[in-house]
Nanobody, 123 residues
Framework: QVDLVESGGGLVQAGGSLRLSCTAS????????MGWFRQSPGKEREFVAA????????YYADAVKGRFTLSRDVGDPTVYLQMNGLSPEDTAVYFC????????????????WGRGTQVTVSS
């Protein structure tokens, strides 16, 4: 079993920044896609971003393009989500996801999920 642990969430004012990280532990593997989803109360889980194992294919939801940056070192089990220009609409629990299939991550059905980290943006 692969464990995904998120960190970096917290409270920030509108316009501020946060940097989330997700690290895979328990079982180490390199050729996998990792990504992020988020969910707010009363809303469905929403795709945020994903990056494949080679870091050559990176995908962003329209809502975060130009503000969020997903990065990783090639083959590294840790990914980073730099979030700039945050607004109250970004408030959510952010979940890390991982799978050997990029499509499964983007579709929201990855093999592995993290437990989530809370991001709260005040106005």
């Amino acid at each position: 079993q692969v464990d995904l642990v998120e960190s970096g969430g917290g409270l920030v004012q509108a316009g501020g920044s946060l940097r989330l990280s997700c690290t895979a532990s328990g079982v180490t593997f390199s050729k996998h896609t990792m990504g992020w989803f988020r969910q707010s109360p009363g809303k469905e889980r929403e795709f945020v971003a994903a990056i494949n194992f080679s870091a050559r294919d990176i995908y962003y939801a329209d809502a975060v393009k130009g503000r969020f940056t997903l990065s990783r070192d090639v083959g590294d089990p840790t990914v980073y989500l730099q979030m700039n220009g945050l607004s109250p609409e970004d408030t959510a629990v952010y979940f890390c996801a991982a799978d050997t299939s990029t499509s499964r991550v983007r579709l929201g059905v990855p093999d592995y999920w993290g437990r989530g980290t809370q991001v709260t943006v005040s106005s």
